[in-house]
């Protein structure tokens, strides 16, 4: 039996985004941000109750508005969670943040990609890798994430960075390319 295109697209396989499924899914997904992004200041249970509808949360995660992603199921965050002002999680592959991660202001966590033959890519081809972020991780302000990373726990990773290898535990990592700098 041949896979959705969904299947595909959490598979890691080339996959068809305009799927009428995926483009429903995102729409969904659009309505829920709008609507989180158009709360008044003082109403944190009603972004609670719309992120709950939106991502896989668990207790006490907090978003600054605006925050932006494509399907938002495929988020799936710890206990402690906050994210900054301008978070962008494009969310095509599973998105795993652990317990008590905090994201600066203009993080972007991208599982998102396409190939980079040409001619593949001209075909409306794309991809998409899980990002799996650790307990205890601090990523610093302007930070962009690319798809398939690993960051371990305990880790920070310095504002401004560009992390496309998996980061290890206990570590402080800055840089474009992001590296380690320190271990802790």
């Known amino acids: ?4 295109e969904k299947e ?8 068809d985004a305009s799927d009428e499924v995926l483009v429903q899914d995102r729409l ?4 829920l941000i709008y609507k989180f992004n158009n709360t008044q200041p003082h109403e944190y249970n009603e972004r609670t109750v719309i992120l709950s509808r939106l ?14 992603c494509d399907y938002g ?3 799936h965050t710890g206990k402690n969670f906050y994210a900054n002002f301008n978070c962008t999680m ?15 202001p203009n993080v972007q966590i991208y599982t998102a990609t396409h190939p980079i033959d040409y001619k ?20 610093g302000g302007g930070t962009i994430i690319c798809p398939g990373v690993k960051i371990g726990k305990n880790t920070t990773i310095g504002a401004g960075s560009v992390v496309v290898n998996d980061i290890p535990d206990n570590v402080v990592a800055v840089g474009n390319p992001c590296r380690v700098i320190k271990k802790l």
């Open 120 to 139: 593949a890519r001209n075909q409306g081809k794309e991809m998409a890798y899980r990002i799996i972020i650790g307990d205890n991780v601090w990523i």
């Open 8 to 15: 595909k697209m959490l598979n890691g396989d080339y996959y």
């Open 73 to 75: 199921y495929n988020i």
């Open 55 to 68: 991502m896989n949360t668990k207790e006490t995660c907090f978003i600054e508005p605006p925050f932006r």
């Open 28 to 31: 969904k997904a659009r309505k």
């Open 1 to 4: 039996m041949a896979m959705t």
């Open 90 to 104: 494009l969310d095509c592959n599973k998105i795993l943040i652990g317990d008590n991660v905090k994201l600066g």
